[in-house]
């Protein structure tokens, strides 16, 4: 076995261009954890906040020597520690908390504790179930941070994204009358999802959902004393007009990941793969992302 390992990080942030592909070495996993072989991670918002600075900024990061890139991921298991017993060969998908970190997924192995990952069901391609894990548990834990709906009225930002899409499925389970705010070219997109559909919300809902992390330009839609829950932990707008202002700060969940990786396989849950493209080409993927209108996930694989 080769005694490193391919890992992109960042030194200095500076967009996309301060991505290196460095040689790391490699660790037996712990007790509890397993090493696997990453078939694909997938590029997200948050990487691109990560290799801008904006951790750095609110204080969220404060290596000095490197970062480690990327947050979730598909693969196969090829070491187990004491206590973890998943089978070398077992296909996961998982996600890593946390951004203060010398290594992400965007490489070609990662080890992991067995309790933050979930087996991929066999009808579920390994590039494909990497979009799944931070996608659709950030958008169930906000949906938890919204509670039941009894029939109030929830916008969802960014409603054609993959946080999007998931949060209106979720919140229609809980009650909510979702209506999702998009582009004129996604309404059928998002009417498919069984929401209702603006590109262009006026203000009074009960609570908005904000994936699309609009921040302060999004509080002014919700109503005096309503709810809002975005997706940038520690950078909350400043609450308002009795507004309660929230913000998911996602945690991995075995158990329903498993859940969601089944619904996606068996099709309940969408999973949109844009695009599949190398390691190497981690950077291009995140100048594409940032220009916005990508419908589905980039994928990287080692």
Partial sequence: MASTFRSAIVRTPG???SIEIIDVPVTDPGVGQVRVAIAGATVNPVDLALTAGVFHALGLITRSEYTGIGTDFAG???AAGPGAELPV???VAGLIGGFDRDFGTYAEQVTVPVSDIARVPDELDLATAATVPLNSLTAAQLVDLLGA???RDLLVTGAAGAVGGYVIRFAQERGWRVTGLARATDEEFVRGLGAGFTAAATPGWDAVADPAALQEAGLPLVRDGGLFVGVRPGAEPP????????AVAVQPDRERLAGFLADTASGRLPARVHAVLPLDRAADAHR???RGGVRGKYVLQP
């Avoid at 609450?239 to 929230?246: D, F, K, M, N, S």
Wanted: charged share 25%.
């Fill in 76 to 78: 196969t298991v090829t």
């Fill in 15 to 17: 967009g996309p261009d």
């Fill in 239 to 246: 609450a308002e007009r009795g507004i309660t202002v929230r």
């Fill in 89 to 91: 060969g077992t296909r």
């Fill in 288 to 290: 594409e992302l940032a």
């Fill in 149 to 151: 709906g009894a029939g």
